[in-house]
């Protein structure tokens, strides 16, 4: 706090007086908004209708029945169309099932109960009393944090820089400790900051020295085509593993969760030649197939890589007015006071919004007293524990603009009221 | 072998020759014709084909929309529908993805990585040396065992008798061994043996003493509506637990694998009130949803309980046939030798059939050379270990009339092959 004369003192008490009235002004229209998940609109999901009339055919190409049991790691067509888009070798593609999600579990759980290219299986370590570490840039994505935390898995909080995570950081950490075993990435608009890799940064991933022989990166590229002002490219960080001789060290995650329907589309893991081998072996103990009809039904709704992009276009159409309002609101309302700073994201599904520390916990509660939800302050980090308190994800895709704007309106208002709060020494 | 006048040698031989000339005659056709999995034929499939034009609709009845995130353990509806057929309360079931083999997998994974009720892990006994085991009533699952082997738990074969598993046999070792975690049951119908469970089993199964805590029924009654030529009824096992005063013990999976389509169907999980609050606490790290659109999808081709027996009956008048086949020319051939005895399944996929010991993998080989392609001989044993080297799994689902009394007379000519030739010392 500092010193305060009186008169500015008087003047912020004023002030809080005020915001306070159009506090219970809001409280009383007892509103229900919600801007707490990357939850696709149902204008959004429309787009993707024409797939509840597929599949038409239910033949793959080469005749075989897509009706029946078969075909473990996907259908040739749906590995095809995924490593155009993504510049993958449909080799090294694994299609799975509805959720990417999944499919990182059941590789931690895999690389826990298994381990990988002959390595101690990851959940010896924590019965025997020194569980593996993982690096979780943050702000990051809380279902990461989740799977970590449910395996027993130690998180060790790195800073997310604009162009990916603190490099100096994590070299230094990853070359110094064994039991680190891997690093959570999201690398294009990253949830929730919107941050996208430099070139110079998947390199250095791909290249770094790491004391484990087992360490992997989960490069779960969830909004890889999710441009929404720009498009951003992204080095190939499987091709980069390869040329610096570490042809197993990343995981490449993918789905059409937020391309098609967030809860029936389709999902893949893309790695090295080993990993594909491991992960088949012990998908073959695990399952038949997974559903290729869904597979098919994806592959005759886009036919090709383009047709994707095309129907993303469409999508940062839906989300641009939605992300102008929340960005335009905060410069308009905050810009230029010390209540805030907030990321300004090129594309994906979220913005970052950092309050003045200690601020976040208090304004989500008093969002929610007044009728809008939010991603629960803490949650961005390991633990739930943003030990400045300060970071809150703001998800704007599910309500409508105008719905957005009273969100945001009382958003900023409670920003406004914990920032006065603690200046005035109240909160 | 025994003693061998020499008439009745060449009586053999000369029947032997015959039986060889038949057989070149069959080779020359360059045949491919297949047994080996229980594959529903294209005409079962095709009575689902509707399930390719749904949803019509994509709200829940609720008005939540399907496409979008959200519900973890299925929708109401579909719980509601599954609920009725088996008898089960819809607040025990999980609704899983497409597989009810993933749903088993990922349950036993569970097991490993986090054990239940407090109990260790029991992945954590294999890394101290120790490895639990499991009870595997033979001849099985080859895909159980498979689990078995791929988590490390250590399979003890026990008889699989008339009306399940030997009891006495299965509840002495329960009683002692307090490393014997579980026991695989398929209690309808067996795969392969056609087995149902009478109720007598399923009460000493729910009500036997088990020295470990942690004991575990792995019920997966994947044919527990697919009768074939009589209803069979089967006590509920979950009540049954329930009233022993074991309401945790039973697992109970079920899947449309082989009622709709069987990579693109609906899978759950029943059992007891900790055991799917624990379950749902590790799959809301796994996965936000499964495919609520093929879970609605399911519900709106079926409606109801009812609607599902009568699918099951259009399925029935599509596999009797062929089961009248397999089972008439095993009859007619062999019915009255030495050579067989074969199971007289009431439903299911199978017919079971052991040939003379030491006989099967010989029956197996000389089928394939002859263009028919078996279960593996063993396959139904863990470890593939069929020590009599007798049993082999007959799947008559996928080819047509024509082509099962085809592939029929070539395998009963491989069993008299076979069997004389043991009988002769030349093999």
């Not at 940062?316 to 992300?323: D, I, N, S, T, Y």
């Not at 309500?399 to 914990?418: G, H, N, R, S, Y």
Request: aromatic letters at 8%; charged letters at 25%; one cysteine or more.
């Amino acid at each position: 706090m500092g010193q305060m004369n009186d008169e500015k003192q008087m003047q912020l008490k004023v002030r809080l007086e005020d915001l306070w009235a159009k506090y219970q002004a809001v409280q009383e229209q007892n509103l229900a908004l919600n801007m707490a998940r990357g939850k696709p609109s149902p204008r959004q999901l429309d787009l993707s209708n024409e797939l509840l009339n597929l599949p038409k055919e239910y033949h793959l190409e080469d005749g075989t029945d897509a009706r029946n049991y078969g075909i473990l790691d996907g259908i040739p067509e749906c590995k095809e169309l995924f490593g155009q888009l993504l510049g993958l070798n449909p080799g090294n593609i694994i299609i799975g099932g509805n959720s990417s999600l999944n499919m990182m579990f059941d590789t931690l759980a895999s690389l826990s109960l298994f381990g990988t290219g002959g390595c101690k299986p990851w959940a010896q370590y924590r019965f025997e009393g020194t569980p593996v570490k993982f690096l979780c840039p943050v702000p990051g994505y809380d279902r990461h944090f989740i799977c970590c935390e449910e395996l027993g898995i130690e998180m060790i909080p790195v800073p997310l820089l604009q162009d990916g995570p603190d490099m100096e950081v994590v070299k230094k950490l990853v070359r110094e400790d064994s039991l680190i075993k891997g690093i959570w990435c999201v690398p294009l608009h990253s949830n929730p900051s919107g941050v996208c890799y430099s070139d110079e940064v998947v390199t250095q991933l791909a290249s770094m020295e790491t004391a484990a022989e087992d360490f992997r990166i989960f490069w779960d590229n969830a909004y890889g085509v999710h441009h929404i002002y720009e498009e951003v490219s992204l080095k190939n960080v499987l091709e980069e593993c390869e040329k610096c001789g570490n042809p197993e060290r990343a995981y490449y995650f993918f789905s059409t969760a937020k391309i098609t329907f967030p809860g029936a589309g389709v999902a893949l893991v893309a790695s090295g030649n080993q990993n594909i081998a491991e992960l088949k072996k012990h998908m073959s103990a695990q399952t038949i197939s997974h559903d290729k009809i869904n597979q098919l039904r994806h592959v005759q709704f886009f036919q090709n890589a383009e047709n994707i992009r095309l129907h993303m276009k469409k999508m940062a159409q839906e989300l641009r007015p939605k992300f102008d309002m929340v960005l335009n609101k905060l410069e308009e309302e905050l810009g230029g006071t010390d209540l805030a700073t907030w990321s300004q994201p090129k594309g994906g599904y979220f913005v970052s919004v950092d309050t003045k520390p200690g601020c976040a916990k208090r304004v989500v509660s008093l969002a929610k007293e007044a009728g809008v939800v939010l991603t629960g302050a803490g949650a961005t980090y390991p633990y739930k524990n943003d030990e400045k308190d300060s970071n809150i994800r703001i998800a704007p895709s599910y309500p409508t603009v105008e719905e957005l704007e009273k969100a945001m309106d009382i958003f900023i208002l409670c920003v406004k009221i914990a920032g006065i709060e603690q200046e005035l020494g109240t909160c």
